[in-house]
């Protein structure tokens, strides 16, 4: 069972959300809360597999919430669902510590399908912030963290940095998912980072840099 928390100032969109998951096999809201504020003062009376948040809420904006929250739970993981879809928001929201990041005018199905993917250990993303992030990823040959990998590993961070899902990696480059698994784990290590965002946050700082 997929336990959830949902933190967002909307209440119709909340009633939603909880009507949605609590209807799908596997998912259970266990908690619901207006804003960070909230959230922070009671989710840890809670067992929480993965909290829902938004950003623009009032008292507590969501980036400083899951950023609060994250030291305390980190374990959970933290999904956005908001309406910004600016490159500082983005960002600043994987930094925090969200694996995932989702529009609000993402289908039902497509959340439900993303939350079993982030339960799973994937960070998923709408497609326009997706787009976003590939963006952000485009660099020169230069980048010296790019140099730590090997041609297998950079082809398979660009598939993640395009929202491909681990299987659908596979199929792409003909090997089994476990293999893509390791190769990320390796990922991971070389680069120093916990999830895909974080790869593309260092990528991107080097960049400026």
Known sequence: MIRVAIVDDSDSLRAHLKILLNNTPGFNVVADYLNGVQAIADIHRHEIDIVLMDIGMPGLNGIDAVSILKDKMPQTQFMMITVHD????????????????????????KIVEFLKELQLGGSPMSAEIARRVVASFRQPDTNEDLDLL????????????????????????????????????????????????????????????
């Not at 490159?87 to 289908?107: H, M, P, Q, R, V």
Request: aromatic residues 8%; contains cysteine.
């Open 86 to 109: 600016d490159d500082e928001n983005i960002f600043n929201a994987l930094k925090s510590g969200a694996s995932g990041y989702l529009l609000k005018n993402t289908t039902d199905d």
């Open 150 to 209: 090997t041609n297998r590993e950079r082809e398979i961070v660009e598939l993640l940095c395009k929202n491909y899902a681990y299987k659908e990696i596979a199929d792409q480059l003909y090997i089994s998912r476990e293999t893509v698994k390791k190769h990320i784990k390796n990922i991971y290590e070389k680069l120093h980072v916990q999830n895909k965002f974080e790869v593309i946050q260092k990528l991107k700082s080097n960049i400026k840099n």
